[in-house]
């Protein structure tokens, strides 16, 4: 608890409070200016009372955990993932970096771009979590990569994939899971491979 007391909200009411926005924003009840300006404030809840005011004229209210001072279901692993996310920004990771085996991604307006292409050593199986509003996320694999998006929805969102959906065994497995609002996922191979078999 903090100082007054007050049960802290976990990643999960926060990510549960951006999805209320993110839905209110496509449902024309609130524009994208104040969708920033709650997102931010979103992101920087400690408790429940700093969560309610960018939910407070919207319906539903603060997310059941909150509401009710349960605590909330957490997935296996979910204290693993690792957060990227933007307002109207760009998030960019190319080269050799360190892929988690579990991901949350999330931009309301901003691009997300993620390429694997170069990465020496990443997980057989990663776990990749979307949220948009009106964002882009773009995922990059290496030849042999796989991703599966059949756990994506949208409203009018595009979601599009280059790459098989069934494991293959000779390289990573994206399992990709959430919701494109307004936005896009794209989720393709590298070109590199393309232009290397151009080239011979």
Request: aromatic share 2%; glycine share 14%.
């Amino acid at each position: 608890m903090d100082d007054s007391g007050e049960m802290r909200i976990s990643d999960a009411d926060r990510e549960a409070a951006a999805k209320r926005l993110h839905d209110a924003l496509g449902e024309g009840r609130i524009t994208l200016t104040e969708l920033e300006e709650r997102l931010d404030a979103v992101y920087a809840a400690r408790t429940a009372s700093e969560l309610r005011p960018p939910l407070a004229d919207l319906p539903g209210g603060l997310p059941p955990s909150v509401a009710s001072g349960a605590a909330p279901a957490r997935s296996a692993g979910s204290e693993d993932r690792v957060h990227l996310r933007t307002g109207a920004g760009t998030v960019k990771r190319t080269g050799d970096w360190e892929v988690p085996a579990a991901l949350r991604l999330t931009t309301s307006m901003g691009t997300i771009h993620l390429d694997l292409s170069e990465v020496r050593r990443m997980p057989p199986r990663v776990d990749v979590e979307v949220s948009t509003g009106m964002g882009e996320i773009v995922l990059i694999l290496p030849e042999g990569g796989t991703a599966d998006v059949d756990g994506v929805s949208g409203s009018w969102g595009e979601v599009k994939t280059k790459v098989p959906g069934t494991p293959a065994g000779s390289g990573p497995h994206l399992v990709v899971h959430g919701k494109v609002g307004m936005g896009s996922l794209t989720v393709r191979g590298s070109r590199k491979g393309w232009w290397r078999a151009v080239l011979g």
